[in-house]
Structure formats: structure tokens, C-alpha cells
């Protein structure tokens, strides 16, 4: 028993090395550059020329910063790394039925990218929420952007903005117009199926509606704890009875298409539908709640045994033919012939 024990003090003291190292290195990333992240190495052994150029946030258009912002978390200056209005929005819709949308703020998808691996599951979802608070608090907001741009991944093994500005459109991330941005920030939620150059109708169209987005981020101060300057002031409370005057509201996104070649889900043919692992668990753990109660679990009722002519008319039913319900004639029996034996 003894040996047990020190084998768990020793399991614990490294786990506990191992946290302590993991935020230290996060801290260190402060002031050191990224050397890379998981993703980059699943690309390169995937077979992908990965191309990256690490920039400062200042050699980086502002038209990129508000268009991120405006595409992809337009609380990033309010919330402290998890946007819980969003939380609150997403679960919403779900139990609405209108489907799951993404709820990750700007610095979960940091953390993920520079800590963790894509892909889902309760693990990786708690870690990059934690680390997202944690970079939120101590990395600022302004290098949590700068890390977000220059790991973010444009497809073709393009990661980081001047990466991709030099290969979509010839120039660096400094000199990116206001469309350009856009069209960037359009592709990010499927970067190696949208494209940009040149761009489909949906990622175009999307585009568009970024550009007007992103007006809005710029005359409501939206990206101003990146860029600098200040928030417009507070609207002046309105008198008893009036209503208060509305800012002006963020165009909504267009829905993403659900066929053709800008899909982000390829068609399949209708399968029956997987069962949610998430809903599995609770499934499982609603069944093991029950047995730890004592609760009585219903057991099948073994079927009665059938009369033979019962039986017969189920198992031709069982064969796809039709079952005959009539009564059947009976069958003469015929005399079987009587052998004249000798008599002595």
C-alpha cells in the first residue's frame, strides 16, 4: 500500500511541474516570439509547404484588426477572454432548434492555436477557455492580437497575415486595403475551402457585408483597446417616457451554403444520424445515477410461445408472403393396403 501511495505523490508533483511549466512558458511568450504551433506541424507532415512570417501588431494593417473583429468577435475589447453573452446566445439557438454556432471569442482560438490542437471534445474545449482567460489577463489584449494574426491559418500552408497578403495579393500585411482585409477575414472560418483568390460568390458576398461591419466597429470604438483611441462617449440618458436611441446595429453575417463548392460540409447521402457523444455521456452517466439509487430497470418481457398454427402464419408473415387465414380442408388418409399372411 505504501508503494501506492508514493507512487501517487510522485504522479502528482509532476503533473503539478508540468502546470507550473505550461504558464511559464506561457508567460514567457510575452516577449518571446511563437515558434510555432500543433497545427503547422500536422500541415507540414500532412505534406503542405508551410509558410509563415512572424510580424509586429505595427507592420499590420488596422483594416485587418477591425475586420477579425467585426468577423469573428465583436465583444473583444469587453470580454475578459470568454464572451458569456455569446455562451448565453449560442445554447439558446440550440435548444431552439436553429443549429450550433461558434461561441469561441478571438482568444480561445489564440489559445488553441498556440497551446492546444483543432478538433473538438470537453478537454481541449476546457483548456483553451482557461488559457483564454489566462493570456486575456496577463498578455493584454494588443499581443493577444498580434499572436491571433500571425498564427491564424489562410490555407495552402499560409499561417500569419503577411504570409498570406504576400501570396493572395502581392504585398505586405502593412499595405492591405479595406476589401482585401475583408476578404481575408471572410475565409477564416474554412480557410482551405474558401477562397480568395479569386473569391467565390458566398465568400464574396460575405465580404461585403465584413466591409460594412467593419464601419461599424470603427465608428463604435469596437477595436479600440487594439488600435488605440477612445470609445464614443455614452448616449445621454433620455427623459422619462422617451425611448432610448439604439447605436447602430452589426449587419448580420450571411448564412453559410449548404451545397455546391464554397459547402463547408462536402454532401453525403442520408445516413442515420451519429449519436452525440456529449449525449451519450449524459445518457450513461443518467443510467449510472439510477442504478447508484436503486432504482429498478425495466426488463424485456420474454414473448409467450405460439400455438403451432399461430407459429406457421408468423413465420410466413416473416417471410414477406401473404398469411392465409382460411380454414384448411382436412386431408383423406389413405388405407394403407393390409398383407394377406399364409395361414399354416
Not at 117 to 135: A, E, T
Not at 200 to 205: A, F, L, Q, T
Request: glycine share 8%; net charge negative; proline share 10%.
Amino acid at each position: 500500500m505504501s508503494g501506492f501511495w508514493t507512487f501517487l505523490t510522485w504522479a502528482v508533483r509532476i503533473l503539478a511541474g508540468l502546470f507550473v511549466a505550461f504558464h511559464l512558458y506561457a508567460l514567457a511568450l510575452i516577449w518571446l516570439p511563437i515558434p510555432g504551433t500543433v497545427l503547422m506541424m500536422q500541415r507540414a507532415v500532412e505534406g503542405e509547404d508551410v509558410r509563415r512570417d512572424a510580424v509586429p501588431l505595427a507592420e499590420i494593417s488596422p483594416h485587418l484588426v477591425r475586420a477579425v473583429i467585426a468577423a469573428e468577435d465583436t465583444r473583444f475589447c469587453e470580454h475578459n477572454g470568454i464572451d458569456r453573452q455569446a455562451i448565453e446566445k449560442a445554447l439558446e439557438e440550440r435548444r431552439q432548434g436553429k443549429g450550433t454556432r461558434g461561441a469561441s471569442t478571438i482568444t480561445q482560438q489564440t489559445a488553441k492555436n498556440v497551446f492546444l490542437w483543432n478538433g473538438g471534445g470537453v478537454p481541449r474545449k476546457l483548456g483553451d477557455m482557461w488559457m483564454g482567460i489566462f493570456i486575456d489577463q496577463f498578455w493584454g489584449k494588443e499581443r493577444v492580437m498580434e499572436a491571433y494574426l500571425n498564427v491564424a491559418e489562410w490555407g495552402d500552408g499560409l499561417f500569419g497575415a503577411e504570409a498570406a497578403a504576400q501570396a493572395r495579393f502581392g504585398k505586405s500585411a502593412a499595405d492591405l486595403t479595406e476589401r482585401e482585409a475583408a476578404l481575408l477575414a471572410a475565409v477564416l472560418p474554412s480557410p482551405n475551402r474558401w477562397r480568395v483568390d479569386p473569391p467565390g460568390p458566398y465568400v464574396s458576398k460575405r465580404a461585403g457585408t465584413l466591409q460594412a461591419r467593419m464601419r461599424v466597429v470603427q465608428s463604435q470604438g469596437l477595436a479600440a483597446c487594439v488600435l488605440g483611441g477612445a470609445r464614443p462617449p455614452a448616449r445621454p440618458q433620455p427623459q422619462p417616457g422617451q425611448t432610448a436611441p439604439k447605436p447602430e446595429p452589426l449587419p448580420d453575417l450571411p448564412a453559410e451554403p449548404e451545397s455546391g463548392p464554397e459547402a463547408t460540409e462536402l454532401e453525403q447521402p442520408e445516413t442515420a444520424p451519429a449519436e452525440d457523444e456529449f449525449d451519450a455521456f449524459l445518457e450513461g452517466a443518467q443510467e449510472r445515477f439510477g442504478e447508484a439509487a436503486g432504482q429498478p430497470q425495466a426488463e424485456e418481457e420474454e414473448p409467450e410461445p405460439l400455438e403451432p398454427e399461430a407459429e406457421a402464419s408468423q413465420s410466413e408473415a416473416q417471410d414477406g408472403g401473404p398469411t392465409d387465414l382460411r380454414p384448411r380442408p382436412l386431408e383423406p388418409v389413405e388405407d394403407m393396403p393390409v398383407e394377406n399372411t399364409p395361414q399354416d
